[in-house]
């Protein structure tokens, strides 16, 4: 029942990551061009994404969807890396979020916030229920 | 990667299990991967590639990762487009369309095999060479039938020609209509 539980539990995680992952790397590319493993780095440390693999069909989604744009970058010969950077539909995508986002999350936040006046010890009967009181 | 100073022995030793990691990978991903991770492992020292190897983890969780995350990408895809496409579709046309065909032929002679043969060009959801194909070849057992009916009549062996006549028309038909069936919805509608 524990395991099911957990597992349950793990799973609402990869839901609720499935939704926002993405616009948090549209986030991390607002102020600075970043590339691949600098990206990585900071949600595997966030907890937002399990390992790198999950970066790469992600920002091809991105690409894909022109969100962002991928540039090679020579100026370190010994290590050309691939600097991504939003693109003016992935910052105007950004900002919708942005604005989505933060009453989204108060909202969802207010509902599920626990209930004091429902804990154990404080009377129940204080908000009556149609049916159970006779 | 082929030089061995580019690349320390355990940034080697990584690249090549992350190769097979993604052997089942798509190609286009698996490159896009390897060729990133060579580079963050590019003119490292052995004790520094180990350190960036064990920030990275695991070649076969990243794998993994990979392409559970492409998988999720190719599932967008196909959500994308219209739901007739993803439907389980039903087979009760082409199986009407091949009784009508098969039975027609009999039951109302003539009248019933064209209206099986204009429900097979009327079926959207077969490939116009199916539908083309399934037609001639319907038509084709008809014409040999009646060929056979008028070439051995009036002779002694007029019945042969009479048991063509009444069966090339049926298996002919019932081969057209297991394919009809097979066939349905495999092609995007028209």
Not at chain 2, 37 to 43: I, N
Not at chain 2, 67 to 86: C, I, K, L, N, Y
Not at chain 2, 108 to 122: F, K, T
Not at chain 2, 181 to 187: I, Y
Request: one cysteine or more; charged letters at 15%; proline letters at 5%.
């Amino acid at each position: 029942m524990q395991h099911m539980l957990l597992c349950m539990a793990n799973d609402v995680g990869t839901q609720l990551r499935k939704g926002v992952v993405e616009y948090c790397v549209l986030g991390l590319l607002q102020s600075a061009p970043t590339y691949g493993w600098k990206l990585s780095e900071r949600l595997v440390s966030l907890g937002l994404i399990g390992s790198i693999g999950t970066l790469y069909p992600l920002l091809g989604r991105l690409r894909d969807q022109g969100l962002i744009i991928a540039q090679a970058d020579t100026s370190d010969s010994a290590r050309p890396r691939k600097y991504y950077s939003l693109t003016p539909d992935g910052r105007e995508q950004l900002r919708q979020f942005r604005a989505q986002w933060q009453p989204f999350s108060a909202a969802v936040s207010t509902i599920i916030a626990v209930d004091e006046s429902r804990s154990p010890g404080t009377d129940a009967s204080a908000i009556p229920v149609k049916g159970t009181d006779s | 990667m082929s030089t061995n100073d580019a690349y320390s022995a355990p940034a080697q030793r990584y690249l090549a299990e992350l190769e097979s990691a993604l052997a089942a990978a798509p190609a286009d991903l698996r490159a896009e991967v390897t060729a990133d991770l060579a580079g963050e492992l590019h003119g490292l020292d052995a004790d520094a590639a180990a350190a960036r190897i064990a920030e990275l983890g695991d070649p076969r969780t990243i794998a993994a990762d990979a392409s559970a995350e492409a998988r999720q990408t190719a599932a967008q895809t196909a959500g994308a487009q219209p739901a007739d496409v993803r439907m389980p579709v039903s087979k009760a046309y082409p199986t009407a369309a091949a009784i009508v065909l098969t039975a027609g032929w009999y039951l109302v002679p003539i009248v019933g095999w064209i209206v099986g043969l204009v429900m097979i060009g009327a079926g959207s959801r077969w490939a116009p060479q199916v539908r083309v194909a399934s037609v001639v070849a319907s038509v084709a057992a008809a014409l040999v039938a009646v060929a056979a009916l008028l070439v051995f009549r009036g002779t002694d062996v007029w019945i042969l020609g009479a048991a063509a006549f009444a069966v090339i028309p049926l298996i002919a038909n019932i081969f057209v209509g297991g394919y009809l069936r097979r066939q349905w919805g495999l092609a995007a509608p028209a």
